[in-house]
């Protein structure tokens, strides 16, 4: 199978025209973009794959850096550390794409660097002062993390939350771009109320209410919502697709993120099954 | 306010089990991690079909209404910005398609968020301006989340535009320079961009460039914008380096002036100046290195543009342009082919050859032809940009009054301010809500000065700062008021107040400037009526460039340089002619050519001038200066005197007009308030820069030889080139009778500038004292073959011929002594006529008519002398001229009547230094009126 590069454009556009399977056409995989920035001359703009992932990643990094122990204040300060050695190059030249994946190698850049600074004392870095991630972020994360470290993933490895955290990050991109297409179409309303079965089984869903709440027939419902959810797994699938290098990694990440959350989830060995 | 359900994707406290996968962890309200994990997994080619659902919602025809914000429907999406989306919508019911941006699903993480969109709404709504994207409303969805929506520029941004700039630079010059003008506009109402960028100056159909996005502006103080997101930019390639520095950094405009620069270099040389492989390594290279220049990149341009864009990108923010308007200002000038960035004045002290009124003449002749420094310098540029950061606790309606400053003994009066700012409280009051503050600063030392002002204003936390200048005439109290812009310093109003016999005068004054104050005060805005109270001059492309010019040729002091700048100020009054300021400086150009050549026609030209000027506008402190300078040139020194502290009460104080006053009180024999001025003077400025002789010359005359001495010793050492210090100490030595003394500075004096005459003028006199005539006559011959009517406003106003003949006379030449003696009656008559309340004219006549033994005219002009100020007694008692009268009983009454008022007045000048001046301000003797 061909890797193919294509901008997250171009892969959108692919979509929306629904012209080919859209296994095989990948939105352009982290590690390209980065190793793309690295041959690159800088063209202006170049640099938004790179402060994009800051963005998106930083949660599981944080939560990672907050279970090893440190306080909140000092956690972000190492996760802005962390992201300015990702910016700077150094991590990404280091590592090597073919073998691991994003997240994984990700979080042993993560593991090194918190090594590293404990051995050398902590030096504040140059242009650490610039702030990646608004304050109020860190505050919600932070309480976030509170919650995490109270239930049953108290019991799990440092590993196993961050994989956690990961998880639910790339579980909630999906959730955002379904909503805005919904929304730039003005069917807002209908994901509101189709969201809440996103999961569920069919046993579950009460088609006769939704069909009074749409307008539509109980048939059209069940159509409706089983391709609701179809969407909803594509872009899922896609968020994960954009951590590994082929398509058929994809799998095997979704794999193993269903096993971490299981395991995780499932320590708690009072739960009754 | 119900915040967006993205609210949803925190993990919520409670744990609850899947009943499908028991797993116990939940993403959203019911929605489980694991199961949503578990369905990615499914077989692959049942997720073939994925634009499935949007083909099955539209075949449905769901009844669900195309989506509605407030009164518009989206249409679709244009872009994305930092935590917003923007949509092209269609307005009801007007049909009209507009741009609205909202907070996208990124952006929806909290409250704050929430806020800050909220905030740039708003903003961005008080601006209007036509380069700034307007925005017509600002509301809130159904479920809360705010958008507005704004006109929609149709020809995209600088940023997708680029390219079809590129060939054209003067295009792209003059849409920066209205962005340049728009940033000055928001940095005036306090807020910085500080995210500017080619993709946030949106064009229009007909490429007018409208800012946007002022998502990241802010107030300086406000707290929670401190930190600055990376991930909302692109790049940094705009970012000013002490942006990046962290919070800690004090931004001014001078940050969005280097964004400015930074677009307008990428649009002419299509890169920006500082690329790099990460944003990081931008931001290092642009605090590390300094910009490349231009014209690295493209040969194209000139000069002026590459420094243009130089002082932009100047990594100290002091040394960039401090105000996007003095940026625009050079595009402007680039444009039109004009020299760019103004360059200061210099005055050069070589002036003396072409005088022949003045010995003071660096001091004097800038003090007569000084122009309106402060006042054009507002109206043309000065937009004082700390209005930009003002707090955002500032009322509006807030007024500082400082304590008064009583003109005539130059302390300040806070009883009367006081009592004025009750009674203004009480009556603003009355008009709506306001509030008048007291203030104790400004009782300093600068009196009204711009940094004062602002001092004053931040200190009391009041948006305009109330002065008053006072003094009493005829025994009524007159008050100028003048409310200035408390962040600028720019006056707003200028109002007098006469006593008219009311009893409660404060009361009378709150009374009658309440309402105009509380008209300013109201205005939310005060650049329009600054703008309106520029002058026509200004106004006009032609005479402003006219006036610029003109003035700038005055500061060269040739005469063929004044006559040039009379032809200029000529031209811009024929072009506006109802331009106050034009005939000022017309009147101020013609005055000051008579200090070279006696062309008395051009007196009359300045004094038409100067009236014109002052009847067009009366409240003009530039009017009232020209005005004074007439006068003064007249030998009115009394008028001179009233226009001169009518030109402190319009304008304020300046240090050229004080230094106006002091000569002419000096010229009316008052040295005591000149000192007192002078030395006012000196303490606006910091420095006595070139007042320290004639500070010297005034205690010379009270005869405080010491402080006399002190002065002139100061002045030599601080102007080596100039005679003048060292003039002085040989006219104290001289007056003390210690000719030998006197005799060897001239001979070895550093200062000793043959070509000015300053040198042999004493020489001659110390002969002249001495009696030395052989000598005497010698060196008066010298000098009146070179200037034949020179030498009456020297030290002792001992006119080259008038010397001459006595010295004849008292060598036994009697028939040529008085022959040129009659010649020089002639003369002084003349000039009595002319000038009949010149002290110095009338006894200079004097002078001559003892000489020729005509007794009873000589001690009545002498008399009148007196009367009108003349004071040098000791050079009296020592001018031979005087031979005559010496026995004379009058003479010598009239010697005595001189020597005890001038020690009466030593007495009453106490030599001012600044500790004095600060402590004892209001224990000072009174008595100075």
Known sequence: MLEQLFSDVHADRVRSCNVLHPLTHFATTRWSLIRAEQDSQGRPGGNDALAELCQIYWRPIFTFVCRRGYSVADAQDLTQDFFIEVLEGKLIQSADPERGRFRSLLLKSLTNFLIDRKVKSRRRKRGGAIQFVPWEDWIDEASTHKILSTNGLAQASDETVFDFRWASTLAERALHRLREECESKGHRRLFEVLSDYLAADRGDISYRHLSMLLGVSEASVKKLTHRFRVRYRVLLREEVAKTVKTPEQVDDEVRYLCSALSSGACSNGDESM | ?929
């Open chain 2, 1 to 929: 306010m119900k915040v967006c359900s993205s609210a949803e994707l925190r993990l919520n406290g409670k744990l609850q089990q899947c009943e499908n996968c028991c797993a116990t962890s939940f993403l959203v309200k019911g929605l489980c991690l694991t199961c949503l994990f578990r369905g990615a997994l499914e077989d692959p080619t049942n997720l073939a079909d994925s634009g499935a659902f949007a083909e099955t919602v539209s075949e449905l025809c769901i009844r669900d209404a195309k989506w509605r914000l407030g009164n518009y429907e989206v249409l679709d999406e244009i872009g994305r910005g930092g935590m917003g989306v923007i949509y092209r919508a269609r307005e009801f019911p007007s049909g009209r398609v507009v741009a609205l941006k909202r907070v996208s699903i990124e952006g929806l993480d909290s409250l704050q968020a929430l806020a800050r969109f909220r905030r740039e709404a708003e903003t961005a709504a008080a601006f209007e301006h036509p380069n700034i994207v307007p925005v017509y409303y600002v509301g809130e969805s159904d479920d809360g989340i705010p958008f507005f929506t704004m006109k929609l520029a149709s020809r995209g941004n600088l940023g997708t535009s680029r390219a079809a700039l590129r060939n054209q630079p003067r295009q792209c010059v003059l849409i920066m320079a209205k962005v340049a003008r728009a940033i000055q506009y928001s940095h005036e109402r306090g807020y910085l961009h500080r995210d500017l960028k080619p993709a946030n100056i949106l064009l229009d159909e007909s490429w007018e460039p409208l800012v946007s996005d002022f998502g990241l502006a802010k107030w300086q103080n406000d707290p929670s914008q401190l930190t600055r997101t990376l991930t909302t930019l692109g790049t940094p390639s705009y970012l000013a380096p002490e942006q990046a520095a962290g919070p800690s950094a004090q931004l001014t405009a001078a940050a969005d002036v280097y964004s400015l620069g930074a677009i307008l270099f990428e649009l002419l040389t299509g890169r920006p100046p500082f690329l790099g492989e990460h944003p990081l390594a931008v931001i290092h290279q642009a605090s590390e290195r300094p910009a490349p220049k231009l014209r690295r990149f493209t040969q194209e341009f000139d000069r002026d543009l590459e420094t243009i864009c130089a002082r932009c990108l100047e990594r100290d923010p002091s040394v960039r342009y401090q105000s996007a308007k003095d940026l625009a200002l050079d595009l402007n000038s680039w444009l039109d082919d004009r020299p760019i960035t103004a360059r200061p004045a210099k005055i050069p002290y070589r002036v003396a050859r072409w005088a022949r009124r003045n010995r003071m003449l660096a001091g004097t002749l800038t003090a007569l032809i000084a122009l309106g420094g402060t006042s054009l310098l507002w109206q043309v540029r000065d937009w004082g940009l700390q209005s930009a950061m003002r707090e955002s606790t500032l009322a509006t309606r807030s007024v500082g009054i400082m304590p008064f400053l009583n003109l005539d003994n130059l302390t300040p009066d806070p009883i009367s301010a006081q009592s004025v700012a009750s009674s203004l409280q009480g009556k603003l009051s009355r008009l709506g809500p306001a509030r008048v503050s007291l203030t104790q600063s400004g009782a300093s030392v600068s009196w009204g000065g711009t940094e004062e002002i602002r001092k004053v204003g931040q200190d009391v936390k009041a948006r305009a700062v109330l002065t008053g200048a006072e003094r009493t005439i005829d025994g009524k109290k007159r008050i100028s008021f003048r409310l200035l812009d408390a962040a600028t310093g720019q006056p707003l109003l200028v109002h007098l107040w006469q006593d008219k016999g009311q009893k409660d005068s404060a009361k009378a004054i709150g009374e009658e400037i309440g309402q105009p104050i509380y008209a300013v005060l109201s205005a939310k805005d005060w650049s329009n009526m600054t703008d309106s109270m520029v002058d026509p001059g200004l106004r006009d492309q032609i005479a402003r460039d006219a006036i610029l010019a003109g003035r700038d040729l005055m500061f060269r002091y040739t005469t063929a340089d004044l006559d040039r700048a009379i032809d200029l100020f000529k031209k811009a009054v024929n072009t506006a002619p109802d331009s106050s300021l034009a005939h000022s400086y017309l009147a101020s150009a013609a005055t000051s050519r008579t200090h070279y050549i006696a062309d008395w026609s051009y007196l009359k030209l300045g004094k038409d001038e100067a009236i014109k000027a002052v009847r067009l506008s009366p409240i003009s402190g530039d009017a009232h200066r020209a005005l004074a300078g007439v006068y003064y040139q007249e030998g009115r020194f009394t008028e001179a005197l009233e226009e001169a502290i009518r030109t402190v009460e319009t304008s304020g104080v300046e240090e050229k007009v004080v230094r106006l006053i002091g000569i002419t009180f000096d010229a009316l024999g008052h040295p005591d308030r000149a000192l007192n001025w002078f030395t006012f003077g000196s303490r606006i400025r910091g420095t006595a820069d070139g007042i320290d002789a004639q500070i010297g010359d005034c205690w010379a005359k009270l005869a405080d030889d010491k402080q006399a001495l002190q002065a002139y010793n100061r002045a030599a050492e601080l102007q080596p080139d100039c005679p003048q210090g060292g003039v002085g100490v040989c006219h104290i030595r001289l007056l003390k009778g210690d000719f030998a003394g006197a005799r060897e500075l001239v001979r070895k004096g550093r200062w000793n500038h043959e070509d000015l005459g300053d040198t042999k003028r004493m020489a001659a006199q110390i002969e002249f004292f001495a009696r030395n005539f052989e000598a005497a006559e010698k060196l008066y011959g010298d000098l009146a073959q070179a200037d034949p009517g020179g030498g009456g406003s020297f030290y002792g106003a001992i006119t080259y011929g008038s010397a001459l003949g006595r010295a004849r006379q008292a060598m036994g030449d009697n028939t040529e002594g008085e022959a040129l003696l009659e010649h020089c009656l002639v003369q002084e008559k003349a000039a009595v006529s002319r000038e009949p309340e010149n002290p110095e004219v009338v006894y200079r006549l004097a002078a001559v008519e003892a000489s020729l033994g005509l007794t009873e005219s000589a001690l009545e002009h002498l008399h009148t002398a007196v009367s009108l100020g003349w004071i040098d007694y000791r050079s009296l008692a020592m001018d031979p001229r005087f031979d005559a009268l010496r026995d004379n009983l009058e003479f010598q009454l009239m010697l005595k009547n001189i020597s005890s008022k001038v020690a009466d007045m030593r007495l009453r000048s106490q030599p001012l230094n600044a500790e004095e001046w600060r402590n004892n301000q209001w224990q000072r003797r009174v008595g100075m009126n």
